[in-house]
């Protein structure tokens, strides 16, 4: 009897224990091959270096690569609010030119004149800034001693030589965890602004004038390139600015980001570039006012570095329709001369960045669906070792995974190899 019952336990286990399976083995990483850097929708600035080379002018370059638009004349005397010192946690401003200081006041005082500052700094303090819950705190380091001012949730800090506070012309460094750069024009404001499960940030924004202040310190091109490229460039950030201007993101508190999601405002150090800052100078004042407009409102001209051979629409790349994007041959950033960073490239993505690119635990496999005729990857699909499957765009994968492009190829893994039916204007 006890056999059998022992026996009958056996079994029952056995019933009830699935077998062990082999588990799936999930590779450290990927690799990938590929052409171009950036989204390539909008103008390839490889391209029009090229075109500039051939003796083409600005406004060939753009009627290129810009469907159905008119280059004229706008009004760009607005002031752009430029974020340029994102969810900070500190901040540190100072001037060190000689009988020039800063004055910071509380909130935001917009134009207004004759506003008393709550403190005047002189060269060489610095001014500094931190976050305590939804409060901005101030103080100001002068040699040892430390001075406190009573925390806000804003505060506007001018410098000596701008349009808001006559003296020497001042040049404000401000430095924080990811960069440090000098700035000559307008003024700054410094607001605590949500930032998710992080609680509350810091973001520094540089309110300057688009037609000159800003356009003169937009670093998206080589100062050294040829002037027709340059005046296609000035043209296309003045537009792209233009296309931003008016509406202030609560995330950055910004028309416009001072970062490669916008355009890299580089501030006075472009203006300024040894030898070559004066041609991108003059390229901005030759375009003046100068915009790519489509029934009479400015485009958002967008611009790439490169391309995998063919310009890509910003439908297929966002799946928002644009009609003056367009599909158009883009030879020159497959010349290893003119492009030899990019005309062909290889990554390694690892497996933690490319699960967190489909929210997915891990990766197994990668499997290109299918293509854009512009070449760049249309849709991408992963399945995860317990089988779930996930896609996305392939500009999306892009810009998660921080690849050069789109216009990629897996290695070792299933490519698409017919495009997908055209979706261009």
């Known amino acids: 009897m ?37 989204h390539g929708v909008g103008m390839s600035q490889m391209g029009a270096r090229s075109k ?64 008393s500052p709550l403190a005047t700094i ?121 296309s931003k201007a008016g509406t202030i993101r609560t995330a950055c508190d910004c028309d416009l980001y001072g970062e490669i999601n916008d355009q890299k405002f580089l501030g006075y150090a472009k203006e300024i570039e040894k030898k070559w800052g004066p041609f991108w100078k003059a390229a901005v004042t030759n375009t003046a006012g100068m915009a790519l407009t489509q029934l009479g409102l400015p485009i958002t001209a967008w611009f790439g570095s490169s391309t995998g051979g063919i310009t890509e629409t910003a439908i297929n790349a966002w799946g928002s329709e644009r009609p003056y994007t367009q599909s158009v041959e883009d030879l020159a950033s497959l010349d290893p001369i003119l492009n030899p960073n990019f005309y062909k490239w290889e990554r390694t993505v690892t497996q933690s960045l490319t699960a967190a690119a489909f929210l997915l635990p891990d990766v197994v496999t990668l499997e290109v669906l299918n293509r854009n005729t512009s070449g760049t990857v249309a849709m991408i699909r992963a399945t995860s070792s317990k089988g779930k499957q996930v896609s996305i765009r392939g500009e999306t994968f892009r810009s998660r995974t921080k690849i050069p492009s789109a216009y990629f190829n897996l290695v070792g893994m299933q490519n698409a190899v017919e495009p997908a039916p055209s979706t261009s204007p």
């Not at 056996?10 to 009830?16: A, D, R, T």
């Not at 005397?77 to 200081?101: D, E």
């Not at 002189?122 to 101030?138: Q, W």
């Not at 688009?210 to 310190?217: C, H, I, K, R, V």
């Open 52 to 115: 500039a080379l051939a003796g083409e002018n600005a406004s060939s370059i753009l009627s290129y690569y810009y469907k159905d638009v008119a280059i004229e004349k706008v009004d760009d005397t607005k002031i752009l609010r430029v974020n340029i010192g994102n969810l900070l946690t500190t901040a540190k401003m100072l001037t060190r030119t000689q009988g020039a200081n800063l004055q910071i006041f509380s909130g935001e005082i917009g134009d207004a004149q004759g506003v």
């Open 122 to 242: 002189p060269a060489m303090s610095s001014l500094n800034f931190t976050i305590l819950g939804s409060t901005v705190i101030p103080s100001i380091t002068t040699g040892k001693i430390v001075s406190s001012i009573p925390g806000n949730r804003s505060f506007t800090v001018r410098w000596s030589g701008t349009r808001y506070l006559a003296g020497v012309d001042g040049v404000m460094t401000l430095s924080h965890a990811n960069s440090k750069s000098n700035y000559r024009y307008g003024q700054v404001q410094i607001r605590a602004v949500k930032a998710g499960s992080l609680g509350f940030r810091l973001s520094v924004t540089n309110s300057v004038r688009l037609a000159d202040e800003y356009l003169w310190g937009v670093s998206e091109m080589p100062s050294f390139w040829p002037s027709a490229a340059l005046e296609a460039q000035a043209i296309a950030s003045r537009s792209y600015a233009l």
């Open 2 to 38: 006890r056999m059998y019952k022992l026996l009958t336990l056996v079994l029952s286990i056995s019933l009830i224990v699935p077998p062990v399976s082999n588990a799936l083995e999930v590779p450290s990483s990927f690799q990938f091959t590929g052409a171009g850097y950036g």
